[in-house]
């Protein structure tokens, strides 16, 4: 394990093998719940189901204390916690799926496809720039918490549909900003740690969780703006 980040290229590698690896998860799993039968147990009289909300909190709330944890469990265990919360996420994302395979199947490659090119045009973006984009930090976490705050709002109260499409363009902004911001510090912070390759794979795991989020949050954000057509 050690001898897989002592190199920039090697943790790089570990990071987007994690990432990648976590996508392919929630793609299975997501596939498993939709053909194998699971897809009425997430809905109830016309709704979501109480099971749809307990997977979908419940994922949120495991992905923050995996990230406060990061660097207190081994990475392998780290890397398993990653990929139990890609497959709850497959899970929670079948509705949004479910829903463009009935209006518009092409829908999901189109937005796979464009989330993969932003993801990858702002990724090198955050490599590459030598500003220094620590300042976004705090905006970005704000304009997080404002989406999850109005994603629970809407549980109550349905979004307009041009509420609903203002939200998504701002949060495909936010994610986009959000791959460059972790890209540039997962960079900075792999020099801080020198020689500490159990920290490095630690670190790896959390940056795979941090870039996996960013992605799957702007495959959902560009697949509802499809899905509006």
Do not use: E
Request: proline share 2%.
């Amino acid at each position: 394990m050690k001898q897989v980040v002592n190199t920039m290229d090697g943790y790089l590698k570990r990071i987007f093998a994690l990432m990648f690896g976590a996508v392919g998860i929630t793609a299975v799993a997501a596939y498993l719940t939709i053909w194998g039968g699971g897809l009425p147990y997430l809905f109830s009289n016309g709704g979501m189901s109480v099971l749809y909300y307990v997977l979908l909190f419940g994922g949120l709330a495991f992905s923050i204390w995996a990230q406060v944890r990061a660097f207190s469990m081994k990475p392998a265990t780290a890397a398993i916690m990653l990929m139990i919360y890609a497959a709850v996420i497959g899970i929670t994302m079948t509705p949004l799926i479910a829903i463009s395979l009935a209006v518009h199947p092409a829908a999901i490659l189109y937005s796979f496809i464009l989330a993969s090119a932003m993801f990858a045009c702002m990724a090198l973006f955050g490599y590459k720039t030598v500003k220094n984009l620590s300042f976004l930090g705090i905006f970005l976490f704000m304009g997080m918490i404002g989406l999850i705050l109005i994603g629970i709002a809407s549980i109550f109260w349905p979004l307009g549909s041009t509420f609903s499409t203002i939200v998504c363009f701002a949060g495909l902004l936010i994610f986009a900003l959000f791959t460059a911001y972790d890209m540039q510090n997962l960079k900075n912070a792999y020099n801080v740690l020198s020689d500490n390759d159990t920290a490095k794979n630690q670190l790896a795991v959390l940056g795979a969780l941090h870039l996996y989020i960013s992605f799957i949050a702007m495959f959902q954000y560009l697949l509802s703006l499809f899905n509006r057509d």
